[in-house]
Each structure stands twice: as C-alpha cells, then as structure tokens.
C-alpha cells in the first residue's frame, strides 16, 4: 500500500509540474524551436511554389502594421522571444526535456480529437489545413502545414487574441467578458483569413467551411489558454500535417 501510495504522489506530482511548466511562454517558445527549425530550413531547401493561406495573411497583417519591414519585424520578435525564453530558461531550472515527448503525445491526442470529431460537428465543412493553391506534394504540403501551425498561433493567438484580451480588459475590468469576446473575435478572423485570396465555393458550402474554421480557431485559442502556446502550436501542426497530407 505505502509503494503503491507513493508511485501515485510522484505521478500527481509530474503532472502537477508538467502543466505548470509546459504552460510557461518560455518553455513553449524552446518547445516550438524544432518546428521553426524544420519549416524555415524546409523553405530554404524545397522552395515550394505556393505559400499557404495563412502566410498570404500573416504577411497582409504585418504589411499593413508595418509596412514593408513587416515581415522582418515578425521574424526578429519570434527570435527576441526564443533568445528570451533561453535567458529565462538559464536564470531558472532549466528547460525539463523530459516534458517534451509527453507535451507531444498531448498535442497529438487533440489533433486526432479534431480530426475525428470537428466533421461530424461542422457539415460540409472543408479542411482547415487546405489552401486555396496547394503545395503539389506531400513534401511541400508538410512544410507549409509545420509553418502555419507555428505562425497562426502565434500571430492570431499570442498576439491577435491576448491583444484583444489586455484591450477590453482595461476598459471593462471583466476577465470573463474580455476572454470570451476575445477568443471570439480573434477565431472569427481566424477564419476570414483563409478567404483573402477569393473563393469560388457556393453560399451554403461557403458558409459552412467559415463556420469550420471558426469552430477550429476557438479551440485553438481553448488549447492556448489551458495549456499554453507550445502544446497550441504542436496539435495546430499536427491538425494541419494530418488533414493536408496523412489523409489528404
């Protein structure tokens, strides 16, 4: 009884500390490292001829917030915020690695959820991972979808949504009502951002596929709120390389 207590307390406790530090902006930031690795060397290498929808977004949003150094300006804040999380990683315990095939199996487990479930929710509903001009590969198509997974959150939910959140936050001093209107809000454009290119689909079709995007763009921001941006960041990748390239 007393082993059997014990092995129980250590496990409580790894769970305690696994949420508490998998959680953390500084961790996610080192968690997310390989994936900027791979999607910017697999860029470098592969060059594929069609970006994504949310690259053409990103780069719409930055453009229009600063200029033409927009891109630039994305680029070096990402690695102010990776040299950052280094610093405050050295300053502290250190990065714990052991979290990290756990924090991968949990992202893995709500990207399959996702896949499974969101159609059956969402009729009609089209792909999140599809663009409007695909990559014509797999090998293109799981680079660009790495990507995505990594900037759109990082652009609709660390930046967009938490923006969003410290905004109303100060102007109605309700927490409740700023996370619900900001993850709203922020999901919405989610979803219009894979439309800046056109479309061709029907009304109702149209409709349902916003819808789907919409849905998705919530539960990401759910993902980012209870469990941090790094897990975000791995189960939007995941979503993306299942639906654009495993059962594409």
């Known amino acids: ?25 500084a961790a996610s930031f080192l968690f997310i490292l390989p994936l900027l690795i791979i999607y910017e ?3 470098a290498i592969l060059r594929p001829p ?9 780069r719409w949003l930055l453009h229009g917030a600063f200029g033409r150094w927009g891109g630039l300006s994305f680029n070096l804040a990402v690695i102010a915020g990776i040299v950052a999380s280094l610093l405050a990683m050295r300053r502290g315990r250190g990065a714990d690695l052991e979290f990290y095939p756990a924090m991968l199996a949990e992202s893995l487990i709500y990207s399959l959820l996702m896949v499974l479930l969101m159609p059956r929710v969402i009729r009609y509903g089209l792909p999140l991972a599809h663009a409007a ?3 014509p590969d797999a090998l293109n198509r799981l680079i660009l979808s790495i990507g995505a997974g990594v900037y759109e959150e990082i652009v609709f939910r660390l930046g967009l949504m938490s923006a969003i959140y410290a905004i109303l936050l ?4 309700e927490s409740w009502f700023s996370t619900v209107v900001a993850i709203l809000f922020s999901s ?4 219009a951002a894979h439309y800046l290119n056109g479309t061709e689909m029907p009304l109702e ?16 921001a759910a993902i980012y709120i209870y ?5 975000a960041c791995y189960t939007h990748a995941f979503y993306d390389v299942l639906v654009a390239v495993v059962f594409a």
């Open 50 to 58: 069609a970006a994504s929808w949310a690259g053409d977004a990103i």
């Open 1 to 25: 009884m007393g082993k059997a207590q014990s092995l129980t307390t250590i496990d409580a406790g790894f769970i305690r500390r696994y949420h508490r530090h998998t959680r953390g902006l």
């Open 41 to 43: 060397m697999g860029l």
């Open 227 to 231: 469990r941090g941006l790094g897990v």
């Open 133 to 135: 001009t695909p990559a």
């Open 188 to 191: 919405v454009l989610f979803a």
């Open 170 to 173: 100060r102007i109605t001093r």
């Open 205 to 220: 079709q149209l409709a349902w596929s916003f819808a789907y995007r919409a849905v998705a763009g919530i539960i990401f």
